[in-house]
């Protein structure tokens, strides 16, 4: 930063302060400018102390009908994904033993390099940032701290929940690294279109069939709603073709 502040833009230019940014690998200049800036852009904090990392999120996509999605129901799901291991309780390590401290950069996961007039701490390469080392790995996770495996799940849905829904179950995603915490899983609901009804937020829409002579001189008809009820509507005389009725509570809850 202070060489930045001193020179500007010709302390990182190829050739400029007795090379600039070259000798730090083909990614060079992307890195260095990380790490000078990074303090600032919050780029230190993707890793816990002792190299744990958040597990990732996982997205599962669902479909349920429009009858469930009226009256709610508890769904169970299988999810494939990483859970920590049991053999090493996440830790990488052999059972017995524990990672030790990284020699190369004493457990800060960041090694410092000189270049020219300034010094720039990059990412330790031993280590991947981590700060520790394994040097017997767990058999079972390959000293990764996780194992992959299939979960039975339980989901509630909501009566009333709209297409396209996103239902957040914390903790239920992937497995975090060395001990680090599990990331979320994510449900997205699709509601399948329905044969008889069309849904406009909370309000139900169908279109029924009458005769003529229903229309003309007056009459009934019944509709089946979503929760298995039948409703007689009545038809006046001299209903006009595309005439609605509302049937007031029977939507969605």
């Known amino acids: 930063r202070a060489a930045y502040d001193r020179f500007g833009h010709a302390a990182f230019e190829q050739g400029g302060m007795n090379g600039g940014a070259q000798g730090f690998g083909a990614g060079g200049f992307a890195d260095i400018f990380e790490d000078i800036f990074g303090d600032m852009m919050g780029g230190r904090q993707r890793r816990s102390s002792g190299g744990r990392e958040r597990g990732a999120d996982l997205r599962y996509n669902m479909e349920i ?3 469930e999605a009226f009256s ?7 999810v494939p994904a990483s859970i920590s ?64 495996e299939e979960r039975s799940l339980s989901v509630n849905i909501p009566a009333g929940i709209e297409d396209g829904t996103r239902i957040r179950l914390a903790n239920e995603g992937e ?31 169908c279109q029924v069939p009458i005769s003529m002579m229903t229309a003309a001189l007056g ?29 007031k509570g029977k939507g969605m809850p």
């Open 175 to 205: 497995a975090g690294l060395r001990g680090g915490p599990s990331g979320d899983l994510y449900i997205f609901l699709a509601v399948k279109p329905h044969e008889f009804f069309q849904r406009d937020g909370a309000d139900l829409y």
């Open 65 to 67: 009908s429009l009858e």
């Open 219 to 247: 009459g009934s008809f019944e509709v089946t709603t979503l929760d298995g009820s039948q409703t007689k509507v009545k038809v006046p005389e001299g209903t006009q073709n595309g005439r609605q009725f509302r049937l």
């Open 85 to 148: 291991c049991a053999e090493c309780s996440g830790s990488g390590a052999k059972p017995g033993t524990q990672p030790v401290t990284c020699a190369m950069c004493n457990g800060h996961g960041k090694v410092r390099a000189t270049q020219g007039f300034f010094s720039i701490e990059r990412t330790c390469p031993q280590c991947q940032g981590r700060g520790q080392t394994i040097k017997d790995p767990c058999s079972k996770c390959a000293g990764q701290g996780r194992v992959t």
């Open 72 to 78: 709610g129901k508890t769904a169970q799901i299988r």
